[in-house]
């Protein structure tokens, strides 16, 4: 069964600096794979996703992500954090074909920012 | 377009009481779901549709209700609510594809039963 785990459920970091939010998944079949954000008292947004055209993807507010097949990887960064960036970030990957095409979503990561 | 819009947006409920969440999306979406979000816990499926008349269980589905009887509204019912219930409802929806399509999400409900 597919599964996705997010390591850290807190990353803080200074506004300015690298920000890398982790996610490792599971699955029997090629992934899709997906990063959602979520500010505070709103629904989920899709930052980028992975459909196998690239291994680096790029998504909105300059984040992108890799694809690593061998480190069954897909962690999120960006170079430069910025006080706006401060969210909470959900990894998630496509359950298998033929089942809806249901989400299975990782813990969820808080990313907060220092000024 | 409105996208997935949700109705209400808080609600407090006792112990018992029933209620219905509404969710509506006007895209033409045939998917269409039903999560809850615990804190640390992420998203877990309660309900989900692949169209009109058709639904299906997803993860934690006791407690709950739905019905799909148009495109465009995915209904979710409480019927005795509980303070385990007390969580954010989110309501998503994505067109009929392969597996890389996204789904779209509303804004949510936060409902806390007392």
């Known amino acids: 069964a597919q599964s996705v785990t997010q390591l850290g459920s807190h990353v803080s970091v200074s506004e300015g600096a690298l920000v890398l939010l982790r996610c490792n998944y599971s699955s029997s079949v090629p992934p899709y794979l997906f990063w959602y954000v979520q500010y505070p008292n709103q629904g989920l947004q899709l930052l980028l996703k992975?459909?196998?055209?690239?291994?680096l993807v790029k998504g909105i507010n300059g984040f992108e992500a890799e694809f690593k097949k061998s480190e069954t990887s897909f962690h999120l960064t960006k170079p430069s954090a910025h006080m706006s960036d401060a969210a909470e970030y959900f990894c998630a990957v496509s359950d298998k074909p033929g089942s809806s095409y249901k989400l299975i979503f990782g813990s969820g990561t808080r990313l907060l920012v220092r000024p | 377009n409105a996208g997935v819009t949700q109705t209400p947006k808080f609600r407090i409920l006792k112990i018992g009481q029933s209620m219905t969440l509404q969710c509506t999306q006007d895209?033409?979406?045939?998917?269409m779901y039903w999560y809850r979000q615990d804190p640390g816990m992420g998203l877990k499926l309660i309900y989900y549709s692949v169209g009109a008349g058709i639904t299906d269980k997803g993860e934690v589905p006791n407690g709950y209700n739905v019905s799909r009887s148009t495109t465009e509204d995915f209904p979710l019912r409480l019927e005795l609510a509980a303070p385990s219930q007390t969580s954010v409802y989110f309501c998503?929806?994505?067109?009929?594809?392969?597996?890389?399509?996204?789904?779209?999400f509303g804004p949510g409900t936060r409902l806390t039963v007392l």
């Open positions: 895209m033409n979406h045939n998917y």
């Open positions: 998503a929806s994505r067109p009929k594809g392969g597996g890389m399509g996204e789904q779209f």
């Open positions: 992975y459909t196998s055209a690239a291994t």
